[in-house]
């Protein structure tokens, strides 16, 4: 599968994590359907690889999707997302957007850009659920 294709699946899947994300009230099956939207969203569902560091994931990601693309040339149709962003703090920044948008939340950009690991994203996502449930 080339990598525009990839993109265009994961993204559908990565839709279907945000469904079961809007309801899932247990906070480890949370952070684990956050993890698999992650992993999809940066192209990583088959890499034995993880870390819950937002930082180095997606480093790592940026890495082997380069290496995947093998010209960087060919990321530049993926249009705006986190599988072809360029940049560690863009890619971040992206996933935060779409996970907002996403999960229809109003979620502190500031504060959703300083939390470092997946479970510290996974808890703001949660309470900003939580009240726009209220």
């Known amino acids: 599968m080339d990598i525009k294709s990839h993109v265009k699946r994961n993204e559908a899947l990565a839709r279907e994590e945000l469904d079961q994300l809007r309801t899932q009230a247990d906070p480890e099956r949370f952070y ?7 992993r999809l969203r ?14 180095a994931l997606t480093r790592y ?9 093998g010209d960087p040339a060919k ?20 996933l935060i957007i779409s996970l907002r948008k996403g999960l229809g939340i109003d979620l502190d950009p ?12 996974a808890a703001l996502l949660r309470a900003a ?3 726009a449930h209220r």
């Open 32 to 38: 684990l359907r956050l993890q698999r939207y992650i």
């Open 42 to 55: 940066y192209l990583l569902e088959d890499d034995p690889y993880w870390n819950d560091d937002i930082a």
């Open 61 to 69: 990601s940026i890495r082997k999707t380069l290496d995947q693309a």
């Open 75 to 94: 990321l530049s149709d993926l249009g705006v997302n986190c599988a072809g962003s360029s940049s560690a703090t863009t890619k971040h920044l992206l």
């Open 110 to 121: 500031d504060e959703a850009a300083c939390a470092e690991t997946v479970r510290e994203l």
């Open 129 to 131: 659920l939580l009240k």
